[in-house]
């Protein structure tokens, strides 16, 4: 369970205060995936990141319950000087997992070849969001937090490896998308949110958040 109880989250910019989150309130349950649309710039990773633990709030509180993972994409476990190889048995050790498996699950999933022998800090953009997705797959988390979900950049081959492994993690865990896309969270949200201007409008369906967004982005 992740709940929200009239959080609040503002940042100053050097000439105003910006409003990531105005008095929000809201419960994920385990098994009721959501996915939140937001804007590019509205504050969809500071979101993603309070829900992690990684941010705290300036009011309200924040509770969790269950194995909660770190962002899709949030690289601050891992070390650019390190590869794939020994980043993946470093996380693995970290959480008490089995090396040879985290390492070998990364290595199919990411699809990124040689490159897997070579440090993160030569990957190009593309790669580090593949190796990013196959380690946050390759741990056991009740929820699964995904800012912007799948890079659409990617190939269409690790597309449909990812795609086949989250419906396999969804059989047993939630997922929590954040983005700006409603093609993204179609796949895999049972319920959804709209942010705009730091207020946070939740719905039971996709479908009544996407006629919020639509309207707003039309607007």
């Known amino acids: ?38 804007k590019n710039g509205t ?35 891992v070390k650019g000087n390190l590869t794939g190889v020994e980043n993946s048995r470093y996380i693995a050790k970290l959480y008490h997992l089995d090396e040879d498996y985290v390492e070998a699950f990364c290595r199919y999933l990411s699809g990124i070849d040689e ?13 580090r969001a593949r190796f990013s997705f196959a380690l946050l797959m390759a741990l056991d988390f009740d929820f699964y937090l995904i800012d912007e979900g799948m890079p659409a950049t990617l190939d269409v081959g690790f597309n449909k490896r990812a795609g086949t492994v989250m419906k396999e993690r969804l059989e047993r865990a939630t997922v929590v998308i954040v983005s700006h896309e409603t093609s993204v969270l179609e796949k895999f949200c ?7 201007n730091g207020k946070l409008f939740m719905f039971d369906s996709l479908e009544e958040a996407k006629r919020l967004y639509d309207y707003e982005a039309d607007g």
């Open 1 to 38: 369970m992740i709940e929200f109880d009239q959080v609040s989250k503002s940042f100053w910019t050097g000439t105003q205060r910006k409003v990531i989150l105005d008095d929000a309130s809201f419960r994920v349950e385990p098994g009721n995936s959501l996915g939140i649309l937001a």
């Open 43 to 77: 504050g969809k990773t500071t979101l993603i990141n309070m829900m992690a633990g990684l941010e705290r709030p300036d009011e309200g509180h924040i509770r969790r319950k269950g194995r909660i993972s770190f962002p899709l994409g949030f690289m601050g476990g």
């Open 115 to 127: 490159y897997f022998e070579m440090p993160l800090g030569t990957y190009s953009a593309g790669m």
């Open 190 to 196: 049972s319920s959804a949110g709209v942010l705009q």
